[in-house]
């Protein structure tokens, strides 16, 4: 797993021709990365006297963003793993007309997997905006910035698993899959982009 092996092995296997990991663990390891940086702000407030009035409220963010964090590493594995599964059917036989029919049939069933990780990835980055509004409005000051870029990688890793959603609703069939899929990504798109501006002018505004 990604994940269990060190940062530049990621880094490197992603510069390389190699199919996998492509864009989609890519939006998953940011949305990680985001969540992480809630829990920076909640670690950071946790226990101080000047916010003994948020303590509880504190841990449940923390528990909110721990679960988050976790979600996305897995997803990071997922989406090489979905992605895996689709080059396998690009190789299947094509020779006579039931070959390419078991082939077209499992091609459908392997971009659905394909789209469905992503789509997950988008609905966390969600998550990790709302927890990062939070963490702004209750955590620490000395670390606000740290919201900031948390709500920033949250929309980073929307808008990149969109494009991930988009491009494999393309070329699926279900035209009620793609139009479900599609219009609950654009909601995800514009709710997590109303959330960036709220944080990022509380964050400057609590920055003075």
Excluded at 103 to 109: F, G, L, N, W, Y
Aim: charged share 25%.
């Amino acid at each position: 797993m990604y994940i269990d092996q060190p940062l530049r092995h990621f880094l490197d296997k992603l510069a390389s021709k190699s199919p996998e990991p492509g864009g989609g663990s890519v939006a998953a390891l940011t949305g990680a990365l985001g969540a992480a940086l809630v829990s920076m702000v909640g670690n950071l407030t946790l226990g101080k006297d000047k916010y003994k009035d948020v303590q509880s409220q504190i841990e449940a963010l923390l528990d909110d963003s721990e679960k988050l964090r976790i979600e996305m590493q897995d997803l990071i594995q997922k989406d090489t793993e979905a992605y895996g599964a689709l080059s396998d059917v690009y190789k299947m036989p094509k020779a006579t007309d039931e070959e390419k029919a078991a082939r077209s049939a499992k091609m459908q069933e392997a971009l659905k997997k394909a789209c469905q990780v992503p789509f997950e990835i988008g609905l966390k980055s969600l998550e990790v905006a709302k927890l990062a509004l939070r963490a702004a409005e209750i955590g620490n000051v000395a670390a606000v910035s740290d919201a900031g870029v948390a709500v920033l990688l949250a929309q980073a890793c929307a808008q990149s698993s969109a494009l991930n959603v988009k491009i494999n609703v393309n070329s699926i069939k279900d035209a009620a899959y793609n139009t479900t899929t599609w219009t609950r990504m654009q909601e995800v798109l514009r709710d997590v982009a109303a959330l960036e501006k709220t944080v990022m002018e509380l964050t400057y505004k609590k920055m003075g």
